[in-house]
């Protein structure tokens, strides 16, 4: 079932032994409503632009990737608007550990800012029982961190999947806004998935066969191009619009 609050369109893997995901992917560029302030912070928007991985193992869900957000200018003050995408990482609770439920950004450095048209590859990486890494690389920049994550275990089985977004301000589980909101030009290159086979960390395409797609609220509010050959390498172009397509 769809969660409501954003508009995304979600790949999520089979749940198996996997040990991560990556993908080399070229930012979106996002055409926003005018109309959509918010009233908090006049100078940003309600809807916000994501392209992200993470996953689910042990009962712990993850979204780590990279957000629209603010930035420190050249003089150090915090922007009032968003200009940049910059990592984030998030977690649920998880029992099993103890782990309460988390959400950290990459330090607002302009080593961590990526922006639209921009090529990155991300990936998130099971490095040992209970951590993830995510690393972000790509145009002469890099992030990488290592997040606690108690559900996560190289014998555990997970899923594993890949999100572009149109995220709403304090909108989480209920039903979208309307928007004229656009995010256009989302091109993924390749993903794939990680698999540990007897010590080693192998790669397997995220095609078709591996994964279910999630189109929410509406098919309709996506367009998605790709051949058979992009689709055996897990490779498409997505745009997102709130007024659908």
């Known amino acids: 079932s769809c969660f409501a609050g954003a508009y995304y369109r979600k790949l999520v893997s089979s749940v198996d032994t996997w040990g991560g995901i990556g993908g080399r992917v070229v930012l979106p560029t996002a055409v ?5 302030i918010n009233p908090a912070k006049p100078a940003q928007f309600l809807d916000n632009p994501s392209v992200y991985m993470g996953g689910n193992m042990g009962g712990q869900e993850t979204d780590i990737g990279l957000t629209w957000e603010v930035i420190r200018d050249e003089n150090g003050s915090v ?40 090529e990155v590859v991300m990936s998130v990486k099971i490095v040992s029982n209970g951590i993830l890494r995510l690393t972000v690389e790509g145009a002469g920049k890099k992030f990488e961190k290592d997040f606690e994550a108690g559900g996560y275990t190289f014998t555990g089985k997970g899923e594993f999947k890949r999100v572009n977004a149109i995220d709403q301000v304090a909108n989480e589980g209920k039903p979208v806004q309307r928007t004229q909101t656009k995010v256009v030009n989302a091109v993924w290159r390749s993903t794939n998935l990680y698999r540990n086979v007897k010590g080693n960390r192998v790669e397997v395409p995220f095609h078709r066969g591996r994964y279910t797609i999630m189109a929410c609220p509406l098919l309709s509010n996506f367009s998605q191009k790709s051949s058979a050959a992009d689709e055996a390498r897990g490779a498409e172009t997505i745009s997102i619009s709130g007024v659908g397509f």
């Open 32 to 36: 926003f409503d005018a109309s959509r």
């Open 79 to 118: 922007t009032p608007d968003r200009k940049a995408f910059r990592p984030f990482l998030r977690r649920t609770a998880h029992g099993g550990s103890g782990q309460a439920a988390l959400y950290e950004n990459a330090p607002a450095e302009a080593r961590y800012y990526w922006y639209a048209g921009e």
